[in-house]
């Protein structure tokens, strides 16, 4: 193992990359509960606050490395990949990459124009 993917792995094991345990939905959540995608999506992201923060950690890694914009679908999935070697897999509602996308642009200044987005069609 090279240095850089120990330290790689010492991150992920320190819970750098995503935490020790996974995303999840809070246990009062039932689907017949949710109405809109936009109800899912804040019951979620109130569950889970380190994903944004991973989302917003690896945007601006991205946005450092040159990137004047780039997709929210690529940060998810780099984000399942960087937590593979831990004990819980992510569980990432694609549903809600939108959310996410704006959310960020709206809540982080340096990322305002970062992403791609399209009208959205879900309430």
């Known amino acids: 193992m090279s240095d850089e993917e120990g330290q790689l792995r010492r991150q992920r094991d320190d819970g750098f990359f995503f935490g020790p345990s996974s995303a999840r939905y809070p246990e009062h959540d039932h689907a017949k509960d949710i109405r809109t995608i936009e ?69 982080e200044p340096d990322l305002a124009e970062f992403f791609v987005t399209h009208k959205l069609t879900a309430p």
């Open 39 to 107: 109800e899912a999506f804040q019951r979620f992201h109130e569950a889970n606050p380190h994903v944004y923060r991973e989302i917003v950690r690896v945007a601006r890694v991205a946005k450092g490395g040159g990137y004047d914009r780039w997709s929210i679908k690529g940060i998810y999935e780099i984000i399942r990949w960087d937590s593979i070697d831990t004990d819980e897999t992510p569980k990432l509602p694609n549903n809600f990459t939108s959310r996410y996308a704006r959310l960020v642009m709206d809540s």
